[in-house]
């Protein structure tokens, strides 16, 4: 059981460049959520999705857009990136009932 | 707004002893589950242990437990007999709605 996959697992951006990261679940779970980790920081929610077609806003979500085709898929883009997009993401998955959140093994992204 | 509020940045304990990390939130929902979450260095999400609000009964696995006051909307985390592989940042979480939320972190340091 593969879980949560993130990819790439590390990439570097020139400024203004776009680029997404990608993020797959095989475990049919229909909350998925994509989060950044700035250095010696929590994580803060980016966007979710509550099943495919359905996404909303977290508390960071200037910068990006995602999509939710499908229940397996949540591709987060990045537009016009920005030095203050350099960060750690995170993609995760929840069990129905929120029982327990399954993350994928990050993304480490520099913009320069 | 922050709903899931750690106020200790870093703390410290001695190897073989016990250590208690707080954390607050907030939520307007009755039932819902909280976590703590553990990050060591190589930034892999871990989960700790898991509190279902309407038991009254505080989670225990092995040497960590929590101590759940739902009134008082505060949810410690304590690691007694503590061993140096416990060192790490360790985050609460939880669901307000379909939202999941992490706290800031508090990075433990176990000294041999």
């Known amino acids: 059981n593969a879980g949560v996959t993130q990819t790439p697992k590390f990439r570097i951006l020139k400024i203004g460049q776009s680029m997404t990261l990608q993020c797959t679940q095989d475990?049919?779970?229909?909350?998925m959520y994509w989060y950044r980790q700035d250095p010696g920081m929590g994580l803060k929610l980016i966007y979710y999705s509550v099943g495919a077609g359905i996404t909303d806003k977290g508390e960071v979500p200037n910068g990006y857009n995602v999509s939710r085709s499908t229940t397996e898929d949540f591709p987060l883009r990045l537009e016009l990136a920005a030095p203050s997009q350099t960060s750690v993401y995170f993609c995760a998955s929840i069990r129905p009932g929120n029982t327990e959140a399954f993350f994928g093994q990050g993304t480490r992204l520099t913009v320069v | 707004a922050q709903t899931v509020t750690q106020s200790q940045p870093e703390m410290s304990v001695q190897e073989a002893e016990t250590v208690t990390l707080s954390c607050t939130y907030d939520?307007?929902?009755?039932?819902?589950?909280l976590f703590w979450y553990k990050q060591p260095p190589s930034r892999q999400m871990i989960l700790v242990i898991r509190?279902?609000?309407?038991?009254?009964q505080n989670a225990t696995e092995n040497r960590f437990s929590v101590n759940f006051q739902k009134a008082a909307k505060s949810f410690s985390l304590k690691i007694s007999d503590s061993q140096l592989g416990d060192a790490a940042m360790y985050f609460c979480a939880g669901p307000l709605f379909n939202k999941f939320y992490f706290g800031s972190g508090t990075k433990l340091n176990v000294k041999p």
């Open positions: 475990m049919n779970h229909n909350y």
């Open positions: 509190q279902e609000a309407y038991k009254q």
């Open positions: 939520t307007s929902e009755s039932d819902y589950y």
